[in-house]
């Protein structure tokens, strides 16, 4: 079911929500937190899309907040919100508010937002492009247990990462270190089955790629020794070597969803490793609200450092 409403309130909004529930008779019980996405016009379609596929795993209200340039310059200080409420199979397992911000009410959102939140459940926000330079201190973001940026959706994305480092609050996260999660899982795999000292460290990469350089910190923190960064052609992260005094320990993505995983002494075999979609990086992030304290250490872990890249 889908209600409009054209230069609303959220208390309008509210009763929409329970006039909506009640015309396709489910209640509101069930939905664990509010999801709150801070985007644009063109991104907005992609970003429900992939929070109502998580919705399946974490039900949840979804805020969608779009701010709103008016065409006609008279307009431009008239403030005016827009609502379109979705509930049922319009709005995955949960329910979905896209809210349109006009005029003043656009440098307000929080006061729009908050009434909307559902009671006593955690509030994720997630800007899918053009987060703020301190997502804590964003008066949206300050509402928030947890706050999701992406560093794949920036145009400068190492330079913004160095700002990720000094504006780090418990609960922030970033989708390009969620994209790493498969991949620090078969590392941590494989050196419990080698059982030896690494001595050196190279992240195989396309250049510029984000969660290479937060893969290489982590590394480098964990391990404690250099991490070489080697630019390949990619897609993304293509591979990883980890030296030991018996040989290398490496897993080789070259492309596709497989990956090879080499052993000292030990024969090689294949493993599953495909690109995720935006839904279950998001789905992931919301299985855990507290802070991400290994994120932590990866934005830290090359602050010191002067890491070389070699193009190959």
């Known amino acids: 079911m ?8 959220s208390s309008k909004i509210n009763k929409a929500l329970v006039q909506g529930r009640r015309a396709i008779g489910t209640p509101a019980v069930g939905m664990v937190l509010t999801m709150v996405i801070v985007t644009d016009e063109e991104n907005a379609y992609d970003s429900v899309k992939a929070a109502e596929e ?33 509930v049922g199979s ?5 329910e979905t508010v896209v809210l349109r911000m006009y005029g003043d009410v656009s440098e307000h959102a929080d ?11 955690p509030v994720v926000v997630w800007w899918p492009v053009d987060a703020p330079g301190h997502p804590a201190r964003d008066p949206l973001g ?5 706050r999701i940026t992406d560093l794949y959706a920036v145009e400068d994305p190492l330079r913004t990462l160095q700002t990720r480092v000094r504006s780090y609050a418990p609960g ?4 390009a270190w969620t994209r790493l999660t498969p991949w620090r899982s078969m590392l941590a795999a494989a050196l419990d089955q080698a059982r030896m000292p690494v001595i050196s460290a190279a992240v195989e990469a396309e250049a510029d790629n984000p969660a290479a350089e937060l893969l290489a910190r982590w590394l480098q923190a964990r391990l404690g020794v ?3 960064q080697v630019v390949t052609a990619g897609p993304v992260v293509t591979g990883v070597r980890l030296g030991t005094a018996a040989g290398e320990i490496v897993i080789d993505r070259p492309e596709g969803p497989l990956a090879t995983l080499t052993l000292p002494d030990q024969p090689s075999r294949t493993l599953a490793l495909k690109v995720r979609t935006t839904a279950e ?3 992931e992030e919301l299985r855990r609200l507290d802070a991400d304290e290994m994120y932590a250490v990866a934005l830290r872990g090359g602050e010191d450092t002067e890491e070389t890249a070699v193009h190959v």
């Open 90 to 94: 319009e709005a995955g397992t949960g």
């Open 2 to 9: 889908r209600i409009d409403l054209s230069d609303t309130t």
């Open 142 to 146: 300050a509402l928030a247990q947890r």
């Open 54 to 86: 998580a919705s399946h795993e974490h039900p949840s209200r979804t805020l969608v907040v779009i701010k709103r340039h008016a065409r006609n310059p008279r307009e431009r200080t008239r403030s005016r919100l827009d609502a379109e409420v979705r």
């Open 111 to 121: 006061s729009v937002v908050l009434p909307l939140l559902l009671p006593d459940a």
């Open 281 to 283: 990086l998001i789905a």
């Open 172 to 175: 922030d996260t970033d989708l």
């Open 226 to 228: 250099p991490v070489e």
